[in-house]
C-alpha cells in the first residue's frame, strides 16, 4: 500500500510541473497564441508603442537614407518598400497586436523623416555592382560598404572570358566602326552623370534585331532602366520626372514623326546638376537627373512641316509658350 502512495503522489508530483510548465508558456503568450520573448525593446514600454524610439532602434542596424521620395540603401534605390514593410512587421508583431498594419504605414511614413537627408548627390567617379564597387582609375573593392543611389545587378570578374556571342552578334548588326561606340555608350550610361550630353539613336530595318540590345541592356542595368518614349518625353512635361533616380531610358520603337518641340528631351541630354521637375498635381521640385537615352528606329525621322509647328505652338500652354519665347530670344 505504502508502494502504492508513493506512485500516486509522483504522479501528481509530474502532473503539477506540468500544469506549471503550461501555466508559464501561458503567461508568455498574447491573446492571439504568438510567443512574446522575455526582452520588451525600449521602443515598447507599458503598453505603448513609440514610433520615433523604433526608428532610432531600426536604422542603428540598417544602412538606410531617405532623399528625393525614395529610399536609398547599399543596394541602391529601393524600387519595392514592401520587403522594408515587412521587416518592419516582424519587428512589431511580437508586441503590437491591434491594427498592426496601420502602425507599420506610420512607422514607414516616419522613417522616411528619420532617414531624411537634405541632399544625396550621385558619386559619378564609380560603378557600383553586385559584389563590389569598380573605381574609374580600374581599382575594385569588394563588398557594400555604403549607400549607393544605383548599383546594377551583374558581378565584376576581371578573369571573365571574352563576351564571343555578344561580340558576333554586335558584328551581324553594325558596322566595325560602330562597334566601340555602342560599348562606349554603354560603359557610359552606368555612370551617374549626363557630362557627356549625348543620347543615341539606332537605325535600321525592321526584324533585324536592334531591340535585342535593349534586352541584354535590361539584365545589365537591371530596375536603373526603364523602358519609355522619347515622343513622351518630347511631349510632356511630367515624364521627365519619371527618369529620375534611372540611368538609362530604352526607347525600343521609336516613331518616325517629327518631334513636335525638342527642349525637355534635350534638357535631359545636356543635364549637370540638379534640375526642376513635375509631377502631375504635385508641386515642382529640384531632382537629379542623368537619365541616358537610347532609341531604336526603322527608319528618318520626318522633317516638320510650318504647319505643324504652328499647330504645336497652338497647342502649347501658357507656360511653354513663354519657355519657348525665352528660348527664341535668348
Known sequence: MQGE????????????????????????LRKDGVPMSNFT?????????????????????H???YSNGAFFTPDGRMVDPMPLRCEIFEMMREYVGAKLAKKVTNVVDVLKLAAQVE??????????????????????????PEIVRNRLPVRYDPK??????????????????????????????MIPSNKGQRMMIIKGNGGEGKSQIGVVLSRLFGCNMKDGSI????????ARADLEHTLLCVDDDMRMEALRQTNYVKSIVT????????????????????ARLLAF???????ISGKEILEAIRLMDADERRELTRALFA
Open 160 to 189: 571573365a572570358a571574352q563576351p564571343t556571342h555578344w561580340l558576333r552578334f554586335l558584328s551581324g548588326l553594325l558596322y566595325p566602326e560602330d562597334i566601340p561606340t555602342v560599348q562606349e555608350f554603354i560603359g557610359y550610361c
Open 5 to 28: 502512495r508513493q506512485d500516486v503522489d509522483s504522479s501528481v508530483a509530474e502532473k503539477n510541473d506540468v500544469l506549471k510548465m503550461i501555466t508559464s508558456f501561458s503567461a508568455t
Open 119 to 144: 541632399d544625396f548627390p550621385p558619386v559619378t567617379d564609380r560603378i557600383a555592382l553586385a559584389n563590389g564597387t569598380l573605381y574609374l582609375d580600374g581599382t575594385f573593392q569588394e563588398g557594400k
Open 231 to 238: 515622343g513622351k518625353i518630347s511631349e510632356n512635361r511630367f
Open 63 to 65: 544602412q538606410l537614407l
Open 297 to 303: 528606329s526603322n527608319g528618318d525621322l520626318q522633317a
Open 271 to 290: 543635364a549637370q546638376g540638379q534640375m526642376d521637375l513635375e509631377r502631375k498635381g504635385k508641386q515642382s521640385y529640384q531632382g537629379w537627373m542623368y
Open 41 to 61: 525593446p525600449a521602443w515598447f514600454k507599458k503598453g505603448f508603442f513609440n514610433e520615433s524610439l523604433f526608428c532610432d532602434d531600426f536604422l542603428s542596424t
